[in-house]
């Protein structure tokens, strides 16, 4: 069964206080896996797509890796303007058909 | 207008109403899409419209009827809903529903008494 998990499900870091939000995945035909920053009350924002194992994406403080079996999103020294929930999706492809697999997010809370 | 745009972006409604959620983007994508956000649990895929027409139902209640007059236009008509259907409802679009990523509106958060 296609499945996507993140851990963990809540983070607290101090203001400066780097590490690392996991998307582990279990799709066949994997197509493309996406990371995507959501605020509350809003929808989900798009931060980076990575398609192939090996590849690497930077934006400001976040960078998303991925392997055959999970991405990680790492933060560096974060802010506390970079608390919100982080959420993983694969799209596969099975059978001539695409679909979107969600994870259920980490929230992330960035003390001053 | 850019981006993906929702209303209203809060809706009250009792289970015999009828009321509709509109969704409309203005980056020239192919396709459109409904999801239902629920507290803890991930996003659900509810309807796939590609090309104005309809690609994938995820055995969604027939309570939720969508509607996609053109490709930049999407409707989720609400009838007889239950407690349980309340929630963020959030439409995308993308290119086309094959390859690209999905850009989110800001969602309606239904409340269902």
């Known amino acids: 069964e296609d499945q996507v998990t993140q851990s963990p499900e809540a983070l607290r870091l101090q203001e400066g206080e780097s590490s690392s939000l996991n998307c582990s995945y279990t799709v066949s035909g994997l197509r493309g896996l996406f990371w995507y920053r959501q605020d509350p009350g809003k929808g989900p924002e798009f931060l980076f797509t990575?398609?192939?194992a090996g590849e690497e994406k930077e934006k400001e403080r976040l960078k998303a890796t991925l392997t055959k079996k999970e991405s990680f999103l790492h933060i560096t020294a974060p802010k506390p303007e970079d608390s919100a929930t982080y959420l993983c999706a694969v799209q596969a492809a099975t059978s001539g058909t695409y679909k979107y697999i969600f994870g259920t997010g980490t929230r992330l809370k960035v003390l001053a | 207008e850019t981006g993906v745009t929702q209303t209203p972006r809060h809706l009250v409604m009792g289970m015999t109403n009828k009321k509709s959620l509109k969704c409309e983007q203005h980056?020239?994508?192919?396709?459109m899409y409904w999801y239902k956000q629920s507290a803890k649990k991930p996003l659900e895929l509810m309807f796939v419209?590609?090309?104005?027409?309809?690609?994938e139902n995820n055995s969604v209640p027939s309570r939720f009827s969508p509607e996609c007059p053109n490709s930049s236009h999407l409707f989720l008509h609400l009838h007889t809903l239950q407690p349980e259907d309340s929630a963020l409802y959030l439409c995308a679009s993308s290119q086309d529903p094959s390859w690209e990523t999905q850009y989110f509106g800001p969602g309606t958060r239904l409340l269902v008494l």
């Open positions: 980056l020239g994508h192919n396709a």
């Open positions: 419209y590609n090309f104005k027409e309809q690609t």
């Open positions: 990575l398609y192939s």
